[in-house]
């Protein structure tokens, strides 16, 4: 249990419909960031339902601990849904245990939603029964589906985040560049624009000014990354970490028959994005976006209208979001460019990390 306080590469084939990232300074507002808890160990995701809040905790170096937690009311994190769940260690049966877990979400059946890469750690090769997701009710905290993934994980997938959309579950890969869909009726998984340009991160990533460095002196690269789902279903918002972020018609990425070259015909240039730790979708169609380079948040309208929410120097890789029922935006500040997977093997986070929320009176998407 941790002890939590509450409280390059230019893209010249883009076309010129791209806007491109605007300059404005964030409006003013009488609401700020909120600090809702603390932690020194980092955490990069938060959900949140009924008044409960859970955490995920990547552990990019492998180290062991809680990878899913409950942040209760006295400052403490209970490890989530068992201390047994958060138990795994090398070489042992890793089907219900998190090897290493990326995000979390409610989904629209209300089950919390938790993606295991599978990986010990950062560029590390999956784990036998390692990729998967998993459903947790936490009305009874019990976790009632898994779907594993081994079928459509490569040894240096890195399964990212997911999204739905009916009968689908879309997934991002990471580490080998792919999109994966599963579909639900029939429990078919497959991968998708692979290694396709679409997917690929062509340009470094930044944060506070800086290219990322992994500890070998190459480049970071976090594929295809962020997701977002439109509140219709009709199309899917997609892009590596670097940017910038295309979208598609979800019937062609439904359609299994669609050959991967045949998807990529149909995908268009949305915006052209910034280095982003995360995303997240209001119920009127908005992407949120997280700038990790200027330290703020970007509004991004469904007819590509760019304008600057915030910007705070606490925004240190502000990471996956979620939009509670309040109004509400939880970010959490994992200063992941401080870690030393993404700074040349030198670590200078600042700890105790934070996660915030910020009023915005918008409402959530639950799909």
């Known amino acids: 249990m941790y002890n939590v306080l509450l409280g390059a590469l230019g893209l010249s084939m883009l076309v010129a419909a791209c806007v491109t990232v605007d300059h404005q300074p964030a409006p003013p507002t009488t609401n700020s960031l909120v600090t ?14 009924n008044g409960r809040i859970f955490v995920c905790y990547p552990h990019n ?6 990878r899913i937690g409950e942040l209760l009311s006295d400052g403490s994190v209970q490890p989530y849904p068992t201390t047994d769940w958060n138990s795994w260690t090398p070489g042992t049966p890793a089907a219900q245990k998190f090897v290493r877990t990326n995000s979390i979400r409610f989904g629209p059946d209300g089950y919390l939603w938790i993606v295991d890469t599978g990986t010990p750690k950062t560029d590390g090769s999956v784990v036998q029964n390692g990729p998967k997701l ?42 080998v560049p792919a999109l994966i869909v599963h ?17 690929t991160q062509r340009r470094p990533l930044y944060g506070e000014g800086k290219v990322l460095y992994k500890p070998t002196g190459e480049l970071v690269k976090l594929h295809a990354d962020q997701m977002e789902v439109s509140p219709d279903g009709s199309t899917y918002y997609f892009q590596t970490a670097a940017g910038p972020m295309y979208s598609v018609p979800t019937s062609a990425l439904n359609d299994a028959s669609l050959a991967s070259a045949d998807l990529a015909k149909q995908v268009k240039l949305f915006y ?4 982003t730790g995360g995303t997240a979708m209001d119920a009127d169609g908005n992407i949120y976006l997280n700038d990790a380079n200027q330290k703020k948040m970007i509004k991004i309208t469904p007819t590509g209208q760019a304008s600057t929410v915030l910007q705070d120097d606490r925004l240190v890789w502000g990471d996956a979001m979620w939009i509670d029922n309040e109004g509400y935006i939880w970010i959490p500040a994992p200063q992941m460019n401080r870690t030393p997977e993404f700074n040349r093997g030198v670590s200078v986070v600042e700890f105790p990390v934070k996660l915030y929320k910020l009023k915005l009176d918008v409402k959530p998407l639950r799909r």
């Open 36 to 49: 809702v808890g603390q932690s020194n160990v980092i955490w990069n995701g938060v959900a949140t339902s």
């Open 61 to 66: 170096d492998g180290s062991a601990g809680t």
């Open 134 to 175: 998993i459903a947790v009710d936490i009305a009874t905290d019990q976790v009632v589906k898994s779907i594993g993934l081994d079928n459509v994980a490569r040894e240096k997938s890195f399964v990212d985040d997911l999204r739905f959309n009916g009968s689908y579950i879309y997934v991002t890969d990471a580490g």
């Open 183 to 199: 579909n639900t009726q029939n429990g078919q998984s497959r991968r998708t624009l692979e290694n396709d340009s679409l997917t």
């Open 272 to 275: 052209d994005t910034p280095t």
